[in-house]
């Protein structure tokens, strides 16, 4: 099996132009003082009880301002005007992003490899690539260092995330941003046929065949082995999110209209100085 995430954002140089970048990365690292000043003032007013509740009292504007003082120190403010057909385009593209939020299932492929052997093909449903998948979640909200006036389409799984700007891609793994911008970024949309349990079929994805756990070299179950499930050939739709640069995000949607959708709204993105 080979690692089919591309680079991290920690190694990905940003193409997308501005501060922006490190702005975020300096947001996502400065330490938070209100959590830790509640809980001080919490436990240090139980220990010196019937004083505590004075303790209590003084600490609830501190720990206030404090709070309202880290969320400003750990957020950037990006407001955008965007006009003409960049504005047209994003408007485009956040309009069709409800092929995924409405998708019953998402994933993330993180590791591929190529059935090689006869034995492998013969006991692995007769497919020619194995997969490994995170579930993913779609939505239309940016990342939490991020504040600004506009609906951010986004696609998360585990703790890497996308985030479509109107200038450009952020990318976020663990607290580290980078970004791609569009004129770098390659979306190949394409449906796939893939083989799935049967206790993990997605209501609103479209069955087109079967297959058996174990088959012969014709395709029909091997009737050697006396448990030998049913396995159901579903029609899924993938995204691949690439650049030269080294992003690898490879995106499976159980809704298989929904990768040509999604990719050819991002393939038609304009130049910013249309």
């Known amino acids: 099996m080979d690692d089919v995430t591309g680079v991290t954002s920690m190694a990905l140089e940003p193409t997308g132009g501005g501060d922006i970048v490190q702005q975020l990365n300096a947001a996502a690292v400065r330490r938070g003082w209100g959590w830790p000043t509640a809980i001080a003032a919490g436990v240090l007013g139980l220990f010196m009880m019937p004083f505590g509740l004075v303790i209590w009292i003084l600490a609830v504007p501190v720990c206030w301002w ?7 120190r750990r957020t950037v403010i990006l407001f955008y005007d965007v006009d003409g057909s960049p504005a ?83 990318i976020c793994d663990q607290k580290r941003y980078s970004d791609v911008s569009y004129r770098h970024l390659r979306a190949n949309g394409y449906r796939q046929r893939f083989i799935e349990s049967p206790a993990r079929v997605p209501r609103d994805a479209q069955q087109v065949d079967q297959t058996w756990q174990y088959v012969n070299v014709k395709g029909g179950p091997d009737r050697r082995y006396s448990n030998n499930p049913v396995l159901p ?14 992003l690898d995000w490879r995106l499976q949607i159980s809704r298989a209209e929904a990768a040509p959708a999604i990719a050819q709204a991002l393939a038609a993105v304009p130049s910013l100085g249309e």
């Open 66 to 72: 404090l709070f309202l003082r880290d969320r400003a």
């Open 88 to 170: 047209a385009w994003f408007d485009s593209l956040v309009g069709v992003w409800p092929w995924l939020t409405q998708s019953k299932q998402l994933w993330r492929e993180v590791q591929n490899g190529r059935v090689q052997t006869t034995y492998q093909h013969k006991t692995n449903a007769g497919a020619s690539n194995l997969v490994n998948r995170l579930s993913a979640n779609a939505g239309l909200k940016g990342p939490r260092h991020l504040a600004t006036n506009i609906a951010v389409p986004s696609v998360t799984s585990g703790k890497s995330s996308l985030y479509f700007l109107p200038d450009r891609v952020l």
């Open 233 to 246: 050939i579903m029609l899924y739709g993938s995204v691949d999110f690439t650049s030269p640069e080294g």
